[in-house]
């Protein structure tokens, strides 16, 4: 008790905040219990689950034939088809809850405490870049926990509380000097491993991690420890990952995380493209490319044995293409950046109700940018006036992308350089995807390279001198 009283004169403001924070999610946690016993027979009447299946009921599944079967598997029994589209980390954690509580109602409490440690990590992480930066590392802290899309997070039995949980846990040990530098590159290499194993498309944001170990591998004066210990980073995440990989390819010949890439590819990624290149119907492009597999089900299509046929109809698909969609997936992340977190909360809220409309913008701000540019002023208008309440928050984000790109060239430094690139890649990796769900992991990053961004632009303004030293 003692020590936890000392911690908390410590860190007291951040103390003070966090509390906040716990108190405004499980209000709103309460508030969508009663809502959903109010209207059972709503969309998202089963919460928290997320309404129309999908996501969360594979989770659930997966996590209580775990616990029943000991099986991996979205099949009951023992012998099941072993589930080699969703990665296991998450389905362990819902497990968990369920071993301990009984059922899923009491998953939101343990994602609200996970969305304090994820605090409590963002303001460690900006302190790991400058003892100076307390003040940076509680306004992103306090942006972070208030973030209008972390209300989803925090509610839904959805990956993003662990997974930037992770994220944040390898990112930290991997610049702080708090502890040996090999301890904390071994940590890192393990957490990021359980990242991987609970989104695998994290596993890209590999690059710019090892692009910021290039880089202090270069200017490190110890080359040859320094070398050492990214080893140790890199077997330690071989040594989590692995055992998965040679699972999957015990139970079914094919040695690879998951199938999610070729899934995505087939039924997602290129019917969007030619929708908007061709104004050909979604549906018919994807059922074009589901007949050239031979028919596969929506689980065998899940199979990761199904990967290469998949890979090679979308490959013969997208022949001649690969410019333009490339074009067309980046430019689809500006809803990564920009897209409304409130707006996308109350899609959900009112699919807490029976008869939730169903003509809702989830892209105001992109809508309102396109009448702009195409000149079409009424319109522009119209959209503002019955979007009003949510432009702003696109406006903020726009100004934290500015801060933080501001900090990002003006600093120079391996780290601030780090985080950017983790923010870029993660946009990448969502491209046309995108919502706000999808930038979470990252919004840490962003408030954090925002809030230096500021302090160091009054730093300068005021004495000419930086506020942190550039490393």
């Known amino acids: 008790m003692e020590k936890i009283r000392d911690f908390i004169k410590e860190h007291k403001i951040f103390a003070v905040i966090a509390l906040a924070a716990v108190f405004v999610h499980l209000l709103v ?4 219990l009663q809502l959903s016993a109010a209207h059972p027979s709503a969309v998202n009447g089963s ?3 997320i309404g ?5 009921t594979d989770y ?24 080699t589209f969703r990665t296991p980390a998450y389905p362990f ?26 605090g409590f990590l963002v303001y460690k992480t900006a302190l790991a870049f400058s003892s100076k930066y307390k003040a940076v590392g509680l306004i992103a802290a306090g942006l972070f926990m208030f973030d209008p899309a972390l209300f989803f997070t925090t509610q839904f039995v959805t990956t993003e509380s662990i997974y930037t949980f992770l994220l944040l846990i390898s990112v930290y040990f991997l610049i702080s000097r708090s502890y040996p530098q090999k301890i904390g590159y071994i940590i890192s290499g393990i957490s990021f491993g359980l990242s991987v194993l609970t989104r695998p498309s994290g596993i890209l944001l590999l690059v710019p991690l090892a692009i910021f170990m290039l880089w202090n591998l270069c200017h490190s004066k110890e080359k040859g420890s320094y070398l050492l210990n990214s080893v140790y980073m890199i077997a330690a995440l071989f040594l989590v990952v692995s055992p998965w990989i040679i699972r999957n390819g ?28 061709y104004g050909t119907p979604i549906e018919g492009v994807r059922s074009s490319l589901h007949a050239q597999i031979g028919g596969l089900s929506d689980l065998e299509q899940r199979d990761i044995k199904n990967s290469a046929i998949i890979k090679a109809v979308v490959w013969n698909k997208m022949r001649g293409h690969l410019l333009d969609y490339a074009v067309f997936h980046v430019s689809k992340s500006f809803n990564f950046f920009f897209s409304s977190g409130l707006k996308f909360d109350l899609n959900f809220l009112s699919s807490f109700y029976e008869d939730s409309p169903s003509n809702l913008v989830w892209h105001p701000e992109k809508s309102l940018v396109n009448s702009v540019l195409g000149g079409n002023m009424r319109q522009a208008l119209g959209l503002f006036k019955e979007n009003a309440i949510y432009i702003p928050e696109s406006v903020f984000l726009l100004l934290v992308f500015i801060l933080g790109l501001y900090w990002t060239i003006s600093m120079r430094s391996r780290s601030a350089s780090l985080f950017f690139g983790l923010i870029v890649m993660l946009a990448l990796v969502t491209g046309q995807l995108s919502n706000p769900r999808y930038r979470i992991p990252v919004i840490p990053f962003m408030y954090i390279t925002a809030a230096a961004g500021a302090m160091e632009m009054l730093a300068r303004r005021r004495t000419g001198n930086w506020l942190a030293d550039k490393r």
């Open 250 to 277: 015990v139970r079914t010949g094919v040695y690879k995380i998951a199938s999610v890439d070729s899934y995505n590819a087939i039924n997602f990624n290129v019917p969007q493209y030619f929708n908007y290149r």
């Open 52 to 56: 129309g299946g999908g996501d969360s």
């Open 47 to 49: 919460f928290p689950m």
């Open 29 to 32: 946690f309460f508030y969508l």
């Open 93 to 118: 954690f819902v497990a968990a809850v369920i071993l301990f509580t009984g059922g899923i109602k009491a998953v939101p409490i343990f994602q609200i405490v996970l969305l304090v440690l994820c």
């Open 60 to 83: 659930v599944n997966l996590a209580e034939n775990m616990l029943r079967y000991h099986n991996f598997s979205l099949i009951p029994g023992s012998g099941s088809n072993p589930e």
